[in-house]
């Protein structure tokens, strides 16, 4: 508790305060068995410990299945008892106790309130009315329930938050409100379906009821922290082949953001926003084939070292055919390097022939070639590399794609990534201050290699 | 059932399964089915489920609502109506026999693998499920009729049942899949489980609660329950799509060190299979087995860090304080993944001996990376010199990792290794 800033110290004895004296105070008027209570008491617990929310979805829990069972099988007045089980909910970091006392109370207070308005759209008799309502009206209190359920659980959530985090109390509450509100109304549903299975099976028959969802909510748990690591693992090991070549570090991170921001702003949906991205990461594993000596050159290139950086996507298509997850994505490895007019490689394709994902990766590849600091070049600005862009538009790049480019940055922005050029002085926004090396024309294309006469490099490219 | 012929295995479960499968058809074809409509709302179901299956990682099928509803139709001991359920263990063996190969022809003419070994399976644990409950119940495994009548509270003869059912399941499954890896059946037993449990729980508590809730809800629980189960089922797959794409990224990602001309091409892989097969051999858990894949498949990424590749890739010919630099680029290279730690130590220690002189066998060298070191070294040996020496050149190689056994190889993994390569005929 030593952490907390007095506030939040007193909003937390506020809380809980609250919650145990209303639970204590409600339970007065139960009238049930109180074995059957601790027994969903137990139940509730369990589900809460066992369903481990995550991230943004904070708070959400199969918990709240049991709490509107019990709302309906034993009535309101005890539910406040019940959600202090919630006290088993997992925890981590520093002042565990003073969690598990601040979860035990705002999920009480959550369960009771969610009871007590269950119970009151019911004619507010206490207990059992289940059956004697019409269905309909059953539905409607069990969606009000969820929804107060909801709502009480996140406000006090987002209190504390604001108070620790100094953020304001309504911008923590809009970050937390969620499309989970959605699965919380099913939750209730079966809710209800758990109390008529109580009722009429048994007590085992709502704890068999409730182990597929507990298992279903551990591996999604196993999902998302899976999904996490194969992030990091994948950047870890692009880092890796990066440290070949030092002008190019952090260049595949950047494309792939670079890549989702434009996806995003193409209205590409979700699933293939991630593929693209992960292929942004990946667009240039294949220069690991390319000899170092070759990438780093300065100046120009002879036919036969631009022959072996041609060959770059190829490599990348090939080690990368194996991965499902990205074969829609492969067309865009292997096609990153062609241009709309036909002169790019490996096959000359032309405007539409070229795939999605390539016209896309091209665009956030030069973007980013053109912000960053090469062995041959200064980096430039945004503004200088968005006019590039335009300059070369039709003939290189997709419009379409390169409008989304602008809307995404004007959006978010961009850090052009200027780092020292040779020890050369360079400034905060990465402009130089004087040229060693001539900025090589970018008529013969932006990307971070130069090729030679068009002309060649057209004839072998197609033949 | 350790070692054994793989293809006997399967027939043996195979032929088990169908021929138990025939003759539960026949039994019922001849008697008639009781209450027809339950029985054909039971066999929709299993065919559904059967149709819905999901792959998890480890190529193993899992069709969790199919299973419940066998389960189900195994325990059902009344309908709403008030009246018995009076289906005995012949007629359940029809209904999953009859689900399951209409579901195998549906799925073979979708092109796609009918697993007729998985239905076999599914056939035993469920004969085995019903025949159990009865037995619990009424002290006679095929008693046919009335089984309600004369038990008030079936819940314990359904959790053992249901038991029954999960413990054949998975021990068929182990035993043919030792058959088929050739590794011993205990630890691939050990796998199964932890691989399978959560599912087969989800699976077995569904089963019974559909049991449990028909005699009060009638036919509709068998929907309704089936419900969470999907749920689940959509998990499952997400989590199994997401472990398919991890292992296929970096078994992809491996070959950079080949494409980059720093090691043999393909040695990243044969290190790979070598080291897996001789992990099983020592009974290693799966989750054990996949760090020893991935340590395997990146063992040479340190080399990435060198400015110029060694001459064939081999660390053999560098010296020794070298080696170890490597293994340590490579194992801050993983690390910095932030979650393959345990990986990155098997490939740190790979390049130590497993023992120093004088000393006892180094603890703090995993077996793992004793492994993985003697893998690799075969692999670098046999592709040395395969060209001149043909088949010799595996016993050439073994040969040399014997002379190395004082310090450097793990005597007990030379061992496992030379079986690996005998079993596969490479001897």
Known sequence: ?????????????????????????????????????????????????????????????????????????????????????????????????????????????AALTAGLVFDALLGGDGTRNIAESSVPMVLLAAIAASLVYYVIN??????????????????????????????????????LLMAQLYQEVGFLAAVLFLAPMLVARAAFANYAQLRETYDSTVRALVQAVETKDYYTRGHSER??????MIAREWGMREDRVQVIRIAGMLHDV???????????????????????????????????????????????????????DGRGYPMGLQDEEIPEFARIIMVADAFDSMTSTRSYRLAKTVEEAVAELRRCEQVQFDPKVVDCLVAAVEKHGWEPH?????????????????????????????????PPEPEEGERSARG | MPG?????????????????????????????????????????????????????????????????????????????????????????????????VASALIHEALQRDARTTDLARRILATAAAAAAFRLVLVGSPLEDVAVGRRADQPLLAMAIAALVGIAVDLGLSAAVDSARKRAPFAPILRNEVTAQAPLSIATAATGILMALSVPVMG???????????????FSFRRFASISTTYRQTIRALSRVTEVGGYVEPGHARRVMTLSVAVGREFGLTDADLLDLEYAALMHDIGQLSLADPIPRGSTLTVAPSERRRIAQLGAEVIRTTGTL???????????????????????????????????????????????????????????????????????????????????????
């Open chain 1, 286 to 340: 294949g220069k690991l084939g390319v000899p170092t000596k070759v990438l780093q050159k300065q100046g120009k290139l002879n036919q036969l070292e631009f022959e072996a950086i041609k060959l770059h996507p190829l490599r990348g298509y090939e080690m990368l055919c194996e991965i499902d997850f990205l074969t829609e994505a492969l067309s865009g490895v292997y096609h990153h390097h062609e241009r709309l």
């Open chain 2, 219 to 233: 036919l509709w629980a068998l929907l309704v329950f089936c419900v969470p189960l999907l749920v689940t089922q």
């Open chain 2, 4 to 100: 054994g012929n793989g293809a006997f295995a399967r027939r043996a479960v195979l032929t088990a399964g169908l021929g138990i499968g025939v003759a539960g058809f026949a039994m019922t074809a001849a008697k008639g089915v009781p209450q027809l409509h339950v029985a054909v709302s039971f066999a929709v179901l299993v065919l559904v489920g059967e149709l819905l299956r999901v792959n998890l990682p480890g190529d193993r099928d899992s069709s969790p609502i199919g299973g419940a509803a066998a389960l189900a139709y195994s325990l059902l001991v009344a309908l709403d109506n008030g009246t018995d359920a009076e289906h005995g263990v012949s007629t359940v063996i029809a209904v999953v026999f009859v689900a399951g």
């Open chain 1, 418 to 450: 200027a780092e020292p050029f040779h020890g050369e002085k360079v400034t905060k926004e990465g402009r130089r201050i004087d040229s060693p090396v001539p900025v090589i024309s970018t008529k013969q294309g932006l990307v971070a290699v130069t």
């Open chain 1, 154 to 191: 996140i406000s006090l959530i987002a209190g504390i938050l604001s108070l620790t985090s100094e953020l304001s109390l309504a911008r923590v509450w809009a970050g937390n409100v969620s499309p989970v509100i959605v699965a919380y109304v099913g939750y209730g549903l079966l809710g």
């Open chain 1, 1 to 109: 508790m030593r952490e907390l800033p007095p506030r939040a110290r007193l909003y937390v004895l506020v809380v809980v305060l609250l919650a145990f004296g209303s639970a204590g105070v409600a339970s007065m008027g139960f009238r049930g068995s109180w074995v059957e209570l601790g027994a969903l008491a137990l139940l509730y617990g369990l589900a809460t410990h066992f369903a481990t929310p995550m991230g943004k979805n904070m708070g959400v829990s199969v918990g709240f299945i049991v709490a509107l069972a019990a709302a309906a099988v034993i009535g309101p007045h005890g539910v406040g008892l019940i959600g202090l089980a919630g006290a088993l909910h997992p925890v981590s970091g520093s002042g565990r106790t003073v969690k598990r006392f601040f979860n035990a109370a705002q999920f009480s207070l």
């Open chain 2, 341 to 427: 730690d345990r990986v990155a130590h098997i490939v740190e220690s790979q390049a130590s001996p497993y023992r120093k002189m004088r000393e006892n066998a180094d603890v703090d060298v995993p077996l793992a990376a004793r492994i993985v070191k003697a893998c690799s070294a075969y692999d670098d040996l046999v592709s040395t010199s395969r060209e001149a020496r043909g088949t010799r050149a595996s016993w050439d190689a073994l040969e040399r990792l014997r002379m190395g056994m004082a310090f450097e190889y793990d005597p007990r993994v030379v061992e496992a290794l030379t079986q690996v390569l005998q079993k596969a005929g490479d001897l």
């Open chain 1, 255 to 260: 494309v792939s953001r670079v890549t989702e």
